[in-house]
DNA sequence: CAAAGCGGGTCTTTTTTTGTCCCATTTTTC
DNA sequence: GAAAAATGGGACAAAAAAAGACCCGCTTTG
């Protein structure tokens, strides 16, 4: 730690300047993702009274970042560029280059991406993950492999922001699992069908209904559709897929409140893709129906691309990954700090009012 | 200029940033060199209300930058630190280091150092100027060579600069003039001795009195001592020396108003120990007095460090040095500009707005 | 064509900043 | 050792800046 950083010289002599800094960030990067987005809707984005932001936005507007016309603002292409230019320096700035680092040790990974902001507090911090999962996952794409993505609004994400440029040929994606009721956008199927346009790949899907018995799950496997999908799925050598909380599941799916507090007991703290995890990554309960076994995912996948945000999954996050070569991480700053809490015992809420988060 | 820099970013993302840092790092600066310095001294020295100053202390001091007593502020020890770590920091963000570069290529000497500020509004910046010198000085003494310094305010603040570490042996340290007219403190004899007990040297003086005519001159050089003197100084093979305006040299010695009129008309803009020089740095005249040849400094000389600042010098500095590849400037940021505008062919006084100096 | 959303203007209120003192104390100076 | 000067800190009113809360005319959108 004798390395003499610039940064915190700065914040030492001015701290006011990383909330400045990161206030605008936050305006521009938002008008980025939404544009034209008016004054008054903006404000209450960020819960700010109009004429706070005002002031902010008239200051941008005199740098010639924003223009405002009478559908709302825009990012000049002056403020386009800033925001793509400054966004590895804010990281670096804001020491999250730093987080990275660190959490590539504690979970022992291969890549960690933590993208400034909280998604609990700012949307579009959304959106920046999927980005950054988009770009990491463009970069694995093998010719021939098959690819496995999971539901959920971090996925979803990724589909959005996936760029249509060429990709290598003779791609298949497929789901990690079989339909698990979400709302359509979200779904898993949805998601890969979506992957697979951007992509210029095939894909094959997985529908079924919600809520099969087992004997109705035995049945279905012995089809030679499904068998063939599911073969598909579990030969995938990348996966995409997001982690949703105890608390996530309970609320987005209908589960039934015995049924939670059963969960609870057993020590579930994270779902992936059907599989609830307790604290030790182990598998306590699973929702009912067809797709990716863990096993094959140990076996086969050379990638896993974990994308997950927001303070309230760390927990789940550490539950889930950690100790896999194969995992690459996309993170928010509020769930990497957290991580990085619970891992170095702060268990505690504490702390945050020195630092400035986007 | 497709080389990225994080801080033309910040600038434009926020560009009340320079304004912060400049006046804090003003500041701390001042009471470092000051220190202990009252608040109400320090308000009157930057040409503030005592409020508005108080204001900042009270923020440098929740930093733990500064300490108060009653005898007044002091830096702390992070404070010291602070100011050391972010000056070059500081020097690239506003743009000094590239400003360096260009003066080198345009003014083709071996060395030009920026030091943040200018003289005309911040005296502290002499004694920056002065460390800036000394330390380049202390790099280019080498075992038994002869030193030798002007007199002035630039030279006077290069010798209290001078730490009293150890320095090579045998060297000798020389006047670069016999005695010309000014307070004894910026008096060449005075600094080449106090120059001389800083580095643990030997010296010798020239002490002669002011206005000798041409014949008293030829008398005195058949004296001995005297000739001895001329000879090592002539036989020097450092110079370190600072730059008269045509108006200060009036100013500060007995010029008289018809010999200032007279200096003009030959087209005198700068003076360096004794001698007028026009724009194209032709010597124009010369105070009667014994010292440096210039054939011999061109012929002796390995390093000539030019010390000068204020925006008013520009021009004389543009006459004085150039194309000599022995030369090693030192500027302040004022000065430096000023001949950057001038060079380039912005004669005018405009575009300063923009620039946030120190 | 109407409703919603937009920027921009403008008013008052609130908060912050600044100017201007005074005071008790310490430090310096003579 | 006394007087003078300088120190930080407190206090208060004036000024300025920021914020809140509107309205208005316009464009866009459904």
Same mark, same amino acid.
């Given at each position: 730690?004798?390395?003499?950083?610039?940064?915190?010289?700065? $914040?030492?002599?001015?701290?006011?300047?990383?909330?400045?800094?990161?206030? &605008?960030?936050?305006?521009?990067?938002?008008?980025?993702?939404?544009?034209?987005?008016?004054?008054?809707?903006?404000?209450?984005?960020?819960?700010?009274?109009?004429?706070?932001?005002?002031?902010?936005?008239?200051?941008?507007?005199?740098?010639?970042?924003?223009?405002?016309?009478?559908?709302?603002?825009?990012?000049?292409?002056?403020? !386009?560029?800033?925001?793509?230019?400054?966004?590895?320096?804010?990281?670096?700035?804001? @020491?999250?280059?730093?987080?990275?680092? !660190?959490?590539?040790?504690?979970?022992? +990974?291969?890549? *960690?991406?933590? $993208?400034?902001?909280?998604?609990?507090?700012?949307?579009?911090?959304?959106?920046?993950?999927?980005?950054?999962?988009?770009?990491?996952? &463009?970069?694995?794409?093998?010719?021939?492999?098959?690819?496995?993505?999971?539901?959920?609004?971090?996925?979803?994400?990724?589909?959005?922001?996936?760029?249509?440029?060429?990709?290598?040929?003779?791609?298949?994606?497929?789901?990690?699992? @079989?339909?698990?009721?979400?709302?359509?956008?979200?779904?898993?199927?949805?998601?890969?069908?979506?992957?697979?346009?951007?992509?210029?790949?095939?894909?094959?899907?997985?529908?079924?209904?919600?809520?099969?018995?087992?004997?109705?799950?035995?049945?279905?496997?012995?089809?030679?559709?499904? !068998?063939?999908?599911?073969?598909?799925?579990?030969?995938?050598?990348?996966?995409?897929?997001?982690?949703?909380?105890?608390?996530?599941?309970?609320?987005?799916?209908?589960?039934?409140?015995?049924?939670?507090?059963?969960?609870?007991?057993?020590?579930?703290?994270?779902? +992936?893709?059907?599989?609830?995890?307790?604290?030790?990554?182990?598998?306590?309960?699973?929702?009912?129906?067809? =797709?990716?076994?863990?096993?094959?995912?140990? &076996?086969?996948?050379?990638?896993?691309?974990? *994308?997950?945000?927001?303070?309230? !999954?760390?927990?789940?996050? +550490?539950?889930? *990954?950690?100790?896999?070569?194969?995992?690459?991480?996309?993170?928010?700053? =509020?769930?990497?700090? &957290?991580?990085?809490?619970?891992?170095? =015992?702060?268990?505690?809420? =504490?702390?945050?009012?020195?630092?400035?988060?986007?």
């Amino acid at each position: 730690m004798m390395v003499s950083d610039n940064h915190e010289d700065i $914040v030492l002599l001015a701290p006011e300047i990383p909330e400045i800094l990161v206030r &605008r960030y936050k305006i521009l990067r938002k008008i980025y993702y939404s544009s034209p987005l008016g004054r008054r809707s903006l404000a209450a984005y960020f819960q700010v009274g109009e004429r706070v932001l005002r002031r902010e936005i008239e200051t941008l507007r005199e740098q010639g970042l924003i223009s405002v016309s009478s559908k709302g603002m825009f990012l000049t292409a002056s403020g !386009k560029s800033l925001v793509a230019s400054i966004t590895p320096f804010l990281k670096s700035f804001l @020491g999250l280059t730093v987080l990275e680092e !660190k959490l590539l040790k504690l979970l022992k +990974v291969k890549r *960690v991406i933590v $993208v400034p902001g909280d998604l609990e507090q700012d949307e579009v911090v959304l959106l920046e993950m999927g980005r950054a999962a988009a770009r990491i996952l &463009r970069e694995c794409l093998v010719p021939g492999m098959v690819l496995a993505i999971s539901g959920g609004m971090s996925c979803a994400a990724v589909a959005d922001m996936l760029p249509e440029a060429g990709a290598p040929q003779g791609i298949t994606v497929v789901p990690a699992r @079989g339909g698990l009721g979400e709302v359509v956008d979200s779904q898993a199927n949805t998601i890969a069908a979506r992957v697979a346009k951007k992509l210029k790949a095939s894909y094959r899907l997985l529908h079924l209904p919600d809520s099969l018995s087992q004997e109705a799950l035995q049945v279905l496997l012995r089809e030679k559709n499904i !068998k063939e999908i599911l073969d598909l799925i579990n030969s995938a050598r990348i996966l995409v897929h997001g982690i949703g909380t105890a608390e996530e599941m309970a609320r987005r799916r209908g589960v039934s409140a015995e049924e939670m507090q059963r969960l609870r007991d057993k020590g579930a703290v994270g779902e +992936v893709f059907g599989l609830f995890l307790n604290s030790k990554g182990e598998i306590v309960d699973r929702i009912p129906g067809l =797709g990716l076994y863990l096993e094959n995912l140990s &076996r086969k996948a050379h990638h896993v691309i974990v *994308v997950a945000g927001g303070r309230q !999954k760390a927990d789940a996050i +550490v539950a889930v *990954v950690g100790n896999h070569q194969r995992d690459l991480l996309v993170l928010d700053e =509020g769930a990497a700090r &957290r991580i990085l809490e619970v891992l170095e =015992g702060f268990g505690g809420e =504490g702390n945050r009012d020195t630092i400035v988060s986007v």
